[in-house]
C-alpha cells in the first residue's frame, strides 16, 4: 500500500477546479502515475471524467465507463498505470463516506477527495481502503 501521492500544483488545480465547476454535484475523475519507490506514486495526469450519476443525485458519483476504458487503452504498454481516482464532496469533508467505503471496489487505487463548501474547493486528501474492506488509511500527499 502506497505511504503518499505526488502531485503538481497544476494537478491539484485541475481537481480543485473540476469540483468547483461540478458543484453543487460531484466531479469525478482518474489520476494515472508511476511507482517511485514502495511508499511513493508519482502523479502523471489527472484526466476528468463525466459523473454519469450527477443527474440521480448529486450526492454520488461513477465515473463515465468510455472515460476509464480510452485511458486504459492510452496507457496499455507504457510506464503510466492507473493510480487513483478523485471526486468531490460538497458542502462535506474530503473523508470517505461510508458509501465510499461500500464503493471501493478496487483497494489498489487511492481516493482522493476534494471537499467544496460553497462552490470554493478546499481541502483535498488521499485515502486508500484497507485490504479487509473495513475502512480507510490516510495517504500523505505531496505536492512538487
Known sequence: MAVSIQFTAEH???????AEEA????????????????EVLEVIRVVKAQNI??????KRFEVDP?????L?????GTNELLIA?????????ATPSNTD???AHEP???WIIVSVEGGKASDVAAHQVLEDKTSFKKVSILVK
Open 12 to 18: 491539484i488545480q485541475s481537481i480543485k477546479q473540476d
Open 85 to 93: 481516482h478523485y471526486h468531490s464532496h460538497p458542502d462535506n469533508p
Open 108 to 110: 489498489e487505487l487511492i
Open 53 to 58: 450519476r450527477a443527474s440521480e443525485t448529486i
Open 72 to 76: 486504459e487503452k492510452e496507457i496499455r
Open 23 to 38: 458543484y453543487p454535484n460531484e466531479a469525478c475523475g482518474l489520476i494515472t502515475g508511476r511507482t517511485i519507490n514502495s
Open 66 to 70: 468510455g472515460t476509464r476504458i480510452k
Open 101 to 103: 467505503l461500500i464503493n
